[in-house]
Every structure is written in structure tokens, then in C-alpha cells.
């Protein structure tokens, strides 16, 4: 089945230090990747996306790459901010199936300043 | 443009009652989704709507929940009875049509955390 594995949190950052959260995935096909972000006390929003391999989703400073031979979409930002500090889920949408979005555990992010 | 809008935005029950939220999908919106999502883990898609129709609702537990989206706008989710292990936030997403290879964004209202007792 499909499924998505992000790394545990939570993390905890100075401000414009080098993020990285981790995600691998389990699919069958070709699986749209997502990453969703989840700040204090409001609904989940699309961060960024990538439809196939290679492609590379950017918004707000925050890159990640869709990697087919290591099943990786790694989230990435160069110098985090302190109103960065959210949680945020990877998650995955198989095409032809009944695309439903999979979602990872999620992980939990504070900036300091 | 309006946001998905759900109502109430917190509910506290002892188990064995009944309880039903309400979901506003974004305006043109074909497709509602109805999410679970238990602390510390991600959301888990309980059922999806394709305008008044059911598209998936495979990981619906059947026995106890119930979802309706009458004239293919509004949603409600009801689970009766509740048991503790319901004790969630219930998020509710629209998008404009099928999430046809990532095509369509989902967009998500701010959810419902329910406390059961």
C-alpha cells in the first residue's frame, strides 16, 4: 500500500539556521508529492508540490525535490524563521487510484530567535 | 474568497452520545473531503464526495459514523455513538474537482477537535 515516513520530531532551530526535514515514500505508480504546512491554531496549507520525477517544488524559501530512486522528497530552506516554527506533513496521491492524499506522521517545528 | 468554514470549532462528549459537524465547502467546489486526523499522527481521508456522491469512503467506520452533503455544497459528519478512541480533530477540504495527479489543490478548513469523555 502507500504510505509516507517523515522524520521524528519535534525539531528545534535557531532562526536562520539550515532546515531539513526528511520524507520517504511507499507507492505503487506514479505518486504526486506534497508537502502540507499546519500553523498554531489554523487548517492545513499546500506548501509546495512536485507531479513527477526530478521536479523540483519551491514556495517561501522552502525546496523540495521529488527523487524517484531514493523515494525521497526531503523538505530543504536555507534560513529559518521564527515565524516558520509549524508543523508540517509530506504527503503523497496516487494517480488512477481513488486519490486520497497520504499523509505522514507530520513534524513539528520551532524557530528561536 | 471565503474559506472551507466548519462549525463547532471544539466539542467535548462523554462517549455514547452523538455529535455532528458541519463543513462549507469553498464556493464552486465539487469535491469535500472529510479527514481524521488523531494528535501526533497525520490526517487519515474517512470519505470524499464528488458533488453529492460518495467517491471513497472505505476507511469510514460504517457502524458509527454517517456523512451526508445534500444538493452537493454543505457536510455534515456524525458519529453516534462515540467511543473514546474518536477523540480527534475532524478537518473538513474541498477542491474544485478530483485531485486528478496532484492537479487540484485541496484546501482545508480549520477542523473541529473533538474531546470524548
Known amino acids: 500500500g502507500n504510505s509516507v515516513t517523515q522524520m521524528e520530531g519535534p525539531v528545534t532551530l535557531s532562526e536562520e539556521a539550515f532546515l531539513t526535514i526528511n520524507c520517504t515514500y511507499t507507492a505503487t505508480g506514479y505518486p504526486s508529492l506534497f508537502w502540507y504546512v499546519q500553523y498554531p491554531g489554523e487548517g492545513l496549507q499546500l506548501l509546495l508540490k512536485a507531479t513527477k520525477a526530478d521536479d523540483k517544488g519551491s514556495n517561501k524559501g522552502f525546496e523540495a525535490t521529488y527523487r524517484k530512486e531514493t523515494t525521497s522528497f526531503h523538505l530543504e530552506k536555507g534560513s529559518v524563521q521564527v515565524s516558520d516554527s509549524a508543523v508540517y506533513f509530506c504527503a503523497l496521491l496516487n494517480q488512477g487510484g481513488s486519490e486520497k492524499l497520504v499523509f505522514g506522521k507530520g513534524t513539528k517545528l520551532t524557530v528561536n530567535p | 474568497e471565503a474559506g472551507v468554514a466548519q462549525s463547532p470549532r471544539y466539542k467535548i462528549i462523554e462517549k455514547r452520545q452523538s455529535v455532528a459537524f458541519w463543513c462549507n465547502p469553498i464556493?464552486?467546489?465539487?469535491?469535500l473531503y472529510w479527514y481524521q486526523q488523531i494528535l501526533g499522527q497525520g490526517p487519515k481521508l474517512l470519505i470524499q464526495?464528488?458533488?453529492?456522491?460518495?467517491?471513497?469512503d472505505s476507511q469510514l467506520p460504517k457502524d458509527r459514523f454517517s456523512a451526508e452533503r445534500l444538493k452537493g455544497v454543505d457536510s455534515t459528519l456524525k458519529i453516534q455513538p462515540a467511543k473514546l478512541e474518536d477523540s480527534a480533530v475532524y478537518l473538513c477540504a474541498s477542491s474544485p474537482n478530483h485531485a486528478v495527479a496532484g492537479r487540484y489543490e485541496q484546501y482545508f478548513g480549520p477542523g473541529t477537535r473533538l474531546t470524548v469523555t
Open positions: 464556493s464552486g467546489h465539487a469535491t
Open positions: 464526495f464528488q458533488n453529492n456522491g460518495v467517491v471513497d
